[in-house]
């Protein structure tokens, strides 16, 4: 059973960097895109970016003069770099396994409060 | 740029009823790019449809989707407790994942 857990800090100050990492367990990173998607406090679910398992990327045209997302294929890991981030970054971040065109396994979600 | 929009807002609807959920968007789709996640509160969501009809594994025969071009239909022909919860449609475009805003799903 694919299993992926999201880690890092709870809360960053306004104006600096989020970061978190996804780690993958009980399947295979190769062959797949990686992606994060984030849902601020009730709201919907906003897409991020995704690489795949070479470090290709794509990013929301929203983010990306913020984002980075980078593999370590050694760990089975994936990690998101937000900069600059404001109040409104506050959300749960979840990060999940692109099948095809559809995410088929997510980790359980990660709240980030950007708050001084 | 696609753009999805779900109705109604919210549903309330009692047991054994049937669930009709809409996903509408802006231009024509393919079919093959069109999913249906469920996220019962504080979990994460769920997969339950993709390429529009498809069940996921392990998703009850209950959940059905359908529909082609602009208009596309997640159907819960009978509605448990446990379907309490938000629908969301997703679209995968050209290099861009797009989702609707959610359909709450109320059990009376």
């Known amino acids: 059973q694919v299993q992926l857990q999201e880690s890092g800090p709870g809360l960053v100050k306004p104006s600096e960097t989020l970061s978190l990492t996804c780690t993958i367990s009980?399947?295979?990173?190769?062959?797949?895109?990686w992606t994060w998607i984030r849902q601020s406090p009730g709201k919907g679910l906003e897409w991020i970016g995704y690489?795949?398992?070479?470090?290709?990327?794509n990013y929301n045209p929203s983010f990306r003069s913020r984002v980075t997302i980078s593999v370590d294929t050694s760990k089975n890991q994936f990690s998101l770099t937000l900069n600059s981030v404001t109040a409104a970054d506050t959300a749960v971040y979840y990060c999940?396994?692109?099948?095809?065109?559809?995410?088929?396994?997510w980790g359980q979600g990660a709240l980030v409060t950007v708050s001084s | 740029e696609i753009a999805l929009t779900q109705s109604p807002g919210t549903l309330s609807l009692s047991p054994g009823e049937r669930a009709t959920l809409s996903c509408r968007a802006n231009?024509?789709?393919?079919?093959?790019?069109l999913a249906w996640y469920q996220q019962i509160p504080g979990q994460a969501p769920r997969l339950l449809i993709y390429?529009?009809?498809s069940r996921a594994t392990g998703v009850p025969d209950r959940f059905s989707g359908s529909g082609s071009g602009t208009d596309f239909t997640l159907t819960i022909s009978r509605l448990e407790p446990e379907d309490t919860a938000v629908f969301f449609c997703?679209?995968?475009?050209?290099?861009?994942?797009?989702f609707g805003g959610g359909t709450k799903v109320e059990i009376k």
């Open positions: 999940a396994r692109v099948r095809r065109r559809e995410m088929d396994y």
């Open positions: 390429s529009a009809s």
């Open positions: 231009q024509s789709i393919t079919s093959s790019y």
């Open positions: 009980g399947g295979s990173f190769s062959s797949y895109y």
């Open positions: 997703q679209h995968y475009g050209t290099s861009v994942l797009t």
């Open positions: 690489v795949y398992h070479s470090g290709s990327t």
